[in-house]
């Protein structure tokens, strides 16, 4: 189980907690099916004010993820790439 902490990931955590609350689920219920304590699922329920504070839906692909700037920070170090 997930601390009451910040997770590493904790957009698409919360995201998959409001899902399941929009399909019907507790609180206790939705933060246990996604592995973070009940404490950390009635926090977030609390202060979205019953509402997702977050959108729904998941990330379109517009902003690069950690291993594609790695990449190409790598590239740039070696001067791979035309300017």
């Given at each position: 189980m997930i601390s009451p902490g910040a997770p590493s990931s904790r957009?698409?955590?919360e995201r998959e907690f409001w899902v399941r609350i929009a399909s019907g689920a507790s609180s206790e219920d939705a933060a246990a099916a996604i592995g973070v304590s009940p404490a950390v699922g009635a926090r977030w329920f609390r202060q979205g004010g019953v509402m997702p504070t977050i959108t729904?839906?998941?990330?379109g692909g517009r902003y690069l993820?950690?291993?594609?700037r790695e990449e190409i920070g790598l590239f740039t170090n070696e001067g791979v790439g035309g300017v």
């Amino acid at each position: 189980m997930i601390s009451p902490g910040a997770p590493s990931s904790r957009r698409s955590i919360e995201r998959e907690f409001w899902v399941r609350i929009a399909s019907g689920a507790s609180s206790e219920d939705a933060a246990a099916a996604i592995g973070v304590s009940p404490a950390v699922g009635a926090r977030w329920f609390r202060q979205g004010g019953v509402m997702p504070t977050i959108t729904l839906s998941p990330p379109g692909g517009r902003y690069l993820s950690f291993a594609e700037r790695e990449e190409i920070g790598l590239f740039t170090n070696e001067g791979v790439g035309g300017v």
